[in-house]
């Protein structure tokens, strides 16, 4: 299944415009405007501040850092971790393998975000997509608003059992459902200091806090 996913990132850059490093960083500095996919193996990618990429960010083994009032079109990385700076955007997707994804203060994401053995932490962020995961709790804190639903993955049977927590904080608000559709997997919701759930919970408990 690993070297599945690596075949599968590396094929999104064959034959597209791109800045492949291995076992090196790339480094975008403040104020840039990037016409083309990034992408590290070994190595990180760090947007500076104000900065524009046009393109994807994708590492395998590395650390992507948005870094504040930037935008990127998406993000993948396969082991690593992942941080969107304050008010930055991203205008398509986020998917992580193996890692954790960080979306800061009033940073917007219009796509999905999907993580596989990996915990989502967002604060004051708007989130216009769904949230899948496999595996990985997630984090809505300071009145995060997430406008689509959050979808657990797995496993069915009896085997392999897990437990995924979920925690909305501080006014944090899902305007979709939540729903598990892994019958492997024990889904808590905890919501706190008037956080709210406006959709239906599915296969999952809710604990208001």
Same mark, same amino acid.
């Given at each position: 299944m690993r070297k599945y996913h690596l075949f599968l990132l590396i094929s999104l850059f064959v034959a597209v415009s791109c800045t492949t490093k291995v076992n090196e960083s790339i480094v975008?500095?403040?104020g840039q405007r990037v016409n083309k996919n990034l992408y !590290?193996?070994?190595?990180?990618?760090?947007? +500076?501040?104000? =900065? #524009? $990429?046009n393109g994807s960010c994708a590492t395998v083994n590395g650390r992507i850092v948005i870094?504040?009032?930037?935008?990127?079109?998406?993000?993948?990385?396969?082991?690593?971790e992942i941080i969107v700076g304050k008010n930055s955007r991203v205008?398509?997707?986020?998917?992580?393998?193996?890692?954790?994804?960080?979306?800061?203060?009033l940073a917007v994401v219009a796509g999905k975000i999907g993580t596989v053995n990996g915990s989502? !932490?967002?604060?004051?962020?708007?989130?216009? +997509?769904?949230? =899948? #995961? $496999?595996?990985?709790?997630?984090f809505l804190t300071a009145h995060t608003i997430l406008e689509g639903n959050i979808i657990i993955k797995g496993k069915n049977g009896n085997d392999e059992k897990r437990k995924v927590d979920?925690?909305?904080k501080d006014g944090s608000e899902i305007k979709g459902n939540i729903?598990?559709?892994?019958t492997n997997?024990?889904?808590?919701?905890?919501?706190?200091?008037?956080?709210?759930?406006?959709?239906?919970?599915i296969g999952a408990e809710i604990l208001y806090e």
């Open positions: 975008i500095k403040e !590290t193996v070994n190595g990180n990618i760090i947007v +500076g501040p104000n =900065s #524009t $990429v870094k504040d009032n930037s935008t990127v079109r998406d993000i993948k990385s396969i082991n690593g205008k398509k997707s986020i998917t992580l393998i193996n890692g954790a994804i960080k979306i800061d203060s989502l !932490t967002a604060q004051k962020a708007h989130l216009l +997509g769904n949230i =899948s #995961t $496999v595996n990985g709790d997630i979920i925690y909305l729903e598990s559709k892994a997997t024990e889904v808590t919701v905890h919501a706190l200091n008037n956080s709210k759930v406006d959709g239906d919970v």
